[in-house]
């Protein structure tokens, strides 16, 4: 998701000095155009770096690259970052051929028309690696690249409610009240779907003990204004793959229309080749579109995701735009325009040279090593929430056990590993969950048993140092963090928007895992 910023007034930007009236010392006069042999040896190193205003004057490039560079030094490591799920390794000859199709703009078909081919390439592999039907001319599964998985998201409720719509008007009855239904672990991409398009939300809520949609309840919620239901392959939370085949079969069933979406945006490269037995594709015949993000396990650098559906049917044909655009004739459903061809391209060299049994090796890889961390952590005394043996994304949910009493929370233990650069992010599990407290540790392609193993002492010692801490220590620990360092608190979200009741999160305190 996108941060939203505040603008600085010029009463703010002023205010931009680490201590008052710093401003007023000079540090003497440097010639308009003195050249040195350092970066730190130029007038630039001793000016504040522009931050309200774009200066009047260029800078040397290498300038600009340091001080730029020296700035970025301060985030976290993207390896030792265990809350995303997003893709922080990549060879070097990828990364070559990415870098080299920096310039293209994708949707110039025209003048790129192998890179659309690739698209094109990537979109097959990947609806056949879903099981779409490909069997008989008239059987034409169809798919497109967006920026990631929200977009592709957005894109199959858009496609839904329409098709709801249009079904609603042919049988002369009223179409203004759209709703979905959906798990209240959803992220937060699903909330911004129904309220920016105007369809209602329905939620089969989590319990103490149950993290997944609930079948049946979900299908009770169904009513003829129900343009679809979402289920997940991999819940952002825990993990856990939504039992999609009970409620296909409870759809059929009971002869109700209504057609699935899946949100596979984790978990669509990892069941293929971890249960490839598990049906939740398009095996079931009310799946009718299934999203993935590549920038996840797709093994992809941020910025690609995927959407496929079943056939035109399910993708009316008024969303989709012919477009004459420089110079050629395409057919255009998406959110955006104008974007980069790297991703893609990234992704068409990932499944290329890692092949089906690469992605095996890797996925395999990261479950046995997920078991292996789980396996540590209930040892040190935590109760693992997660599923174990490939039910699940390879990764650890896992909370404080509440009957040992202790003086600290979750959020403590990931202050603790964030001073030892981890980046372990505790969460509030979702409504009706009582509550829940917990921390989810993400285990991505680079991350090996023998960084799992210094991880595994960094918990130790963080229990350890909390352990000699009394409650009052821990507390005023905790808000030093919330208040004073750039992780604790945003600075520069706008007022405005504080304090919001329309959200899972404004309503219950719901937390939104990082993606």
């Not at 003829?224 to 239901?229: C, F, K, L, S, V």
Request: with cysteine; proline share 4%.
């Amino acid at each position: 998701m996108v941060h939203l910023a505040s603008v600085p007034n010029d009463a703010a930007a002023k205010r931009g000095s680490i201590a008052e009236g710093l401003e007023a010392i000079k540090l003497g006069e440097q010639a308009e155009d003195e050249v040195t042999a350092s970066v730190y040896g130029s007038r630039f190193a001793a000016q504040e770096l522009p931050q309200h205003e774009m200066p009047d004057q260029e800078m040397p490039k290498e300038v600009a690259y340091r001080l730029i560079r020296d700035d970025l030094a301060l985030d976290g490591n993207p390896m030792l970052n265990l809350a995303s799920f997003v893709t922080t390794y990549m060879e070097d000859e990828v990364e070559k051929l990415m870098a080299e199709a920096l310039p293209k703009n994708f949707i110039d078909y025209e003048e790129y028309p192998q890179t659309a081919e690739i698209q094109n390439r990537c979109v097959s592999m990947i609806a056949r690696m879903f099981n779409a039907p490909t069997h008989s001319e008239d059987e034409n599964a169809m798919g497109t690249s967006t920026v990631g998985s929200s977009e592709a998201i957005m894109l199959g409720v858009l496609s839904m409610k329409r098709r709801w719509q249009n079904k609603r008007k042919a049988g002369g009855k009223d179409y203004s009240k759209p709703n979905m239904v959906m798990n209240s672990a959803v992220q937060v991409c699903w909330e911004k779907a129904a309220r920016y398009f105007e369809v209602e939300e329905r939620y089969s809520y989590c319990t103490e003990d149950r993290y997944v949609i609930d079948p049946e309840e979900a299908v009770d919620l169904v009513d003829e204004n129900t343009i679809g239901i979402c289920a997940i392959i991999g819940t952002t939370y825990t993990g856990e793959y939504e039992d999609v085949k009970a409620i296909n079969d409870l759809l059929v069933e009971k002869d109700i229309d209504c057609p699935i979406h899946v949100d596979a945006a984790s978990g669509g490269f990892v069941a293929p080749f971890v249960v490839p037995e598990l049906s939740w594709d398009f095996r079931l015949e009310k799946v009718v579109s299934i999203n993935v993000s590549g920038h996840k396990y797709g093994l992809v650098y941020p910025g690609v995701g995927w959407v496929v559906w079943r056939s035109p049917e399910f993708l009316p044909k008024e969303l989709v735009f012919n477009i004459n655009y420089l110079g050629a004739d395409q057919a255009s459903f998406t959110l955006n325009f104008s974007k980069g061809a790297s991703q893609v391209i990234g992704q068409y060299y990932q499944m290329i040279r890692l092949g089906k049994r690469g992605y095996r090796a890797i996925m395999m890889n990261l479950t046995r090593t997920a078991d292996y961390l789980a396996a540590n952590l209930k040892q040190l005394g935590f109760i693992v929430m997660s599923k174990s043996k490939g039910q699940g994304l390879p990764l650890v949910a896992f909370r404080l056990d509440p009957k040992k009493g202790h003086h600290y929370d979750e959020f403590a233990v990931a202050h603790q590993l964030r001073e030892r650069g981890w980046v372990v992010p505790a969460y509030t599990m979702a409504p009706h969950s009582e509550k829940l407290k917990m921390m989810r540790v993400v285990v991505r392609e680079d991350f090996t048993r023998a960084r799992c193993d210094t991880l595994v002492k960094d918990f130790k010692l963080a229990l350890e140092t909390l352990g000699e801490m009394d409650k009052q220590q821990v507390e005023k620990h905790k808000q030093h963090v919330k208040k004073n360092t750039a992780h604790g608190k945003s600075k520069s979200h706008h007022p405005h928007y504080n304090k919001e009741k329309h959200s899972l999160q404004g309503k219950h305190g719901k937390s939104h895992p990082v993606c």
